[in-house]
């Protein structure tokens, strides 16, 4: 794998060939792929998915991983932050989805919830030790109906940073996808309470038209 820090290039939009038999939305998805840098890239250096960009840049921006840091990745699959978190330090890393995830050296995968009871002694058991840094790039699948899906992301990050609150060692960091729409702001209070620093970002890599951000924490205080 390359460096992790080589960002992909602007390049020349690539047009669909023989798209007449593809409906509309389908057509769509497939010039939105093709012309998309950072798939490009991601398949060029390895990665599972574009998204281990958006980690990347976060990762840049904040020093999320240090080296040899214990990191739980939420909703893990394809594995593509738990690939980043290796390349850059960390130690170990745990993930678990409900759905299957390729091996990737150096990571661990559950099958399962996250949410089931027990889960967070599991894992900090796997780890040997309280987590670094809990990672969750989670989204509910969509209903296209926007104040549906936000408030369906946003119980998803607050399960994630409940579960967090849990499983982190005093000083860690948080990351967790959310959705623009207004209430992320009551979470945001919470998050004040329990970490020294609590910002929002939108990496490069997120897409203009995407309402995806994500929520940064770091210093985590146990209460």
């Known amino acids: ?9 602007r ?15 389908s057509q769509k998805w497939l010039n939105r792929q093709l012309n998309d840098p ?7 250096q390895g990665w599972r998915s574009r998204a281990a960009f958006k980690l990347i840049e976060l990762d840049e921006k904040y020093h999320l991983i240090t080296k040899g840091a214990r990191v739980i990745d939420l909703g893990a699959a394809p594995g593509g932050w738990s690939q980043v ?62 104040a549906t899906d936000h408030i369906r992301i946003m119980a998803l990050a607050e ?13 860690g960091s948080f990351v967790a996808k959310l959705f623009q729409g207004g209430a992320e702001h009551d979470m945001l209070n919470t998050l004040k309470l329990r970490f020294k620093t609590v910002r929002h970002a939108k990496p490069p890599a997120s897409r203009k038209d995407s309402k995806e951000m994500y929520v940064v924490a770091m210093g985590f205080r146990p209460a």
């Open 85 to 146: 978190a290796l390349a850059r330090g960390a130690a170990d890393v745990v993930g678990i989805d409900l759905l299957p995830i390729d091996p990737v050296e150096g990571a661990r995968f559950i099958l399962g919830d996250f949410m089931e009871l027990g889960m967070e002694q599991r894992l900090t058991e796997m780890l040997g030790a309280k987590a670094d840094l809990v990672l969750s790039d989670m989204a509910p699948n969509t209903s296209g109906h926007v």
């Open 11 to 25: 390049r020349e939009a690539v047009r669909l060939k023989n798209a007449k038999k593809l409906s509309t939305s």
């Open 159 to 171: 399960l994630a940073l409940a579960f967090a609150c849990d499983v982190l060692t005093p000083g």
């Open 38 to 44: 950072y798939v490009t890239a991601a398949k060029a």
């Open 1 to 9: 794998m390359t460096s992790p820090t080589q960002f992909p290039p």
